[in-house]
């Protein structure tokens, strides 16, 4: 990252208001140097976390009634594949794409809190340092949504590598759109279901996938100049984030600090090529009305002490830092989610007060 992050706060996607004005007003007082767009699940099936980019997908169906959507494998879907190609083929080509993503556009429809952002830049005039968008990574997508028969769509390739495109094609859509108010984009690749990978649920995922999986978005992001990071917020293999080249590492630092250190080539070789990482030390469970800022900072600052023991130096991991919620908030009460953004602030600030920003 250029200029080097130094304790930047930034958060992850969902909040739990109803309101996206409200909303865009708690991100914007307490991570403004790198504002997000809400996610807001409490407004319904089109804001949850796999559905919401899932709007413009081929052969995607949804079942009002049952609350469920599905990608329906049986009928014919050539026609349907056919035509994203071409979109995709004419927005992508290397020296003649028109880099028009608004095939995968994510609408008014399905997201709220995109263009209530939007608005409120618009009305300032001015560039924040950093805006940060997101999408659901296409594991956790592509292992949660299934076909007509309750099979995830991850296993049907066919299907798997249009949800891929698709999503970088979303990446790239909202990199584009929040360019004119951000010095630099950052587009945070949410993976929840990494922290299962390995499991028996999981075991026929294999590594070598899941890191060209991740490649393959990773590199839309990076082809629309956007920074890109990933999201899981239990522990995983580490080091398959820094294979598939990510830029920014973030995990719950909160109840899984000391993994990272499992992984120490990984983490070195992160920060060694300017990567960084974010640390997810505020909790977003309800355990949050028992923290104080002081206490989550010596909590940080005992899981960068592990990591540096294990060779890596320490004045690099605290430049080469971002400080994050350890996950959305979506499922909190308000209250305890505006607290959670509050204290992410406190220990940012405080963080750098103390070390220098």
Excluded at 29 to 39: K, L, R, S, Y
Aim: with cysteine.
């Amino acid at each position: 990252m250029n200029p080097k992050p130094k304790f930047l706060a930034t958060a992850i996607g969902s909040l739990p208001h109803n309101d996206p004005a409200k909303a865009v007003e708690v991100v914007l007082a307490n991570v403004p140097e790198a504002p997000i767009w809400p996610q807001l699940p409490q407004l319904g099936l089109n804001e949850q976390m796999e559905v919401q980019y899932s709007e413009g997908m081929p052969s995607v169906s949804t079942d009002h009634e049952k609350k469920r959507v599905y990608f329906d494998t049986a009928n014919d879907y050539s026609e349907a594949f056919a035509t994203f190609y071409e979109a995709y083929m004419a927005a992508t080509e290397a020296t003649a794409g028109t880099g028009d993503f608004s095939s995968m556009a994510i609408s008014l429809s399905f997201s709220k809190g995109i263009y209530a952002l939007e608005s409120r830049l618009k009305a300032e005039g001015k560039k924040r340092p950093y805006i940060k968008v997101q999408t659901t990574g296409p594991c956790s997508f592509a292992l949660t949504l299934t076909d007509e028969n309750k099979r995830a769509i991850y296993y049907n390739e066919e299907f798997r590598d249009v949800i891929i495109k698709a999503l970088g094609m979303k990446c790239r859509w909202q990199i584009q759109k929040f360019k004119p108010f951000g010095e630099q984009i950052i587009c945070f690749i949410d993976e929840p279901i990494l922290s299962a990978f390995g499991s028996s649920t999981y075991v026929s995922v294999k590594r070598e996938d899941v890191v060209a999986h991740l490649k393959e978005v990773i590199e839309a992001v990076h082809a629309e100049g956007g920074l890109a990071g990933i999201h899981c917020c239990g522990n995983t293999e580490w080091s398959i984030l820094v294979d598939a080249g990510v830029d920014i590492l973030n995990f719950d630092a909160f109840g899984y600090g000391e993994t990272i250190g499992m992984y120490p080539q990984a983490m070195k070789a992160l920060l060694e090529r300017g990567g960084a990482i974010a640390w997810g030390v505020v909790p977003t469970s309800p355990i949050i009305r028992e923290q104080t800022p002081e206490k989550l900072v010596a909590h940080f600052e005992k899981m960068t002490d592990n990591l540096a023991s294990k060779g890596i130096d320490k004045q690099m991991i605290l430049e080469q830092a971002i400080i994050t919620p350890s996950c959305g908030t979506g499922s909190l009460e308000v209250a305890d989610g505006e607290k959670v953004f509050q204290t992410l602030r406190a220990v940012s600030q405080s963080l750098r007060a103390k070390y220098g920003s």
